[in-house]
């Protein structure tokens, strides 16, 4: 029993790898003027309607989208981003990742100037109970002129994925002690099969 315990203990102290679960962005609704690729897996929105001056990608399940299940892990939310402003123009990236069953703001992420990187949103400080999340894209224009807002800016999202956090790797000493308790154990059954 006690060896059976400690190896089934070891497996929980070893580290794993992180696990990375894709989310298709075609489970996205776009309003203005962009594209999703046909695999999900990236997204441009662009301001090129001089009347609007706006385009979002929103995910939200208060407006009957199916959101982004998260589970009660550890996780992280994260995605690359390609951000490209017009010359003359005003325009801001805003990123906003919200409760998906009362729609309250959880997180916010702001570019506006060009710029390519990456962001994730840490969500290992969420309550257990929000396990739904929504989360929306908007490429916003604030300059305008008589021919209504500026156009020309875009930003590509590509690699919105949903993450397990690495766990901290077990020390050296940590993993020797561990070994040593199960190889003691394993002698002291033996003895005792043996003894009698």
């Known amino acids: 029993i006690s060896l059976a315990l400690l190896c089934s203990m070891g497996f929980y102290l070893l580290p794993i790898d992180a696990n990375a679960v894709p989310i298709d962005l075609n489970d996205f609704f776009l309003e203005g003027d962009g594209s999703i690729a046909s695999d999900g897996s990236s997204a441009t929105l662009e301001v090129q309607d001089p009347d609007y001056g706006y385009t979002l ?59 390519t990187g990456t962001h994730a949103f840490d969500l290992t400080d969420l309550l257990i109970t929000q396990t739904l999340l929504g989360l929306d894209f908007t490429i916003t224009e604030y300059n305008s002129n008589a021919g209504g807002y500026n156009t020309g800016s875009w930003v590509t999202i590509t690699g919105l994925d949903l993450a397990m956090q690495e766990p901290a790797p077990v020390s050296e000493p940590g993993t020797i002690i561990l070994l040593g308790t199960g190889l003691v154990a394993l002698g002291e059954g033996m003895r005792r099969k043996y003894r009698k």
Do not use: Q
């Not at 990608?57 to 299940?69: R, T, Y």
């Not at 990742?97 to 703001?105: E, Q, R, W």
């Open 57 to 115: 990608l929103v995910n939200d399940p208060l407006w009957n989208d199916p959101g982004i299940s998260v589970g009660a892990d550890p996780l992280l939310l994260s995605f690359g981003f390609e951000f490209f402003e017009a010359s003359g123009n005003d325009t801001e990236l805003y990123v906003r990742l919200l409760d998906g069953s009362a729609g309250d703001l959880i997180a916010a992420f702001v570019v506006d100037e060009t710029s």
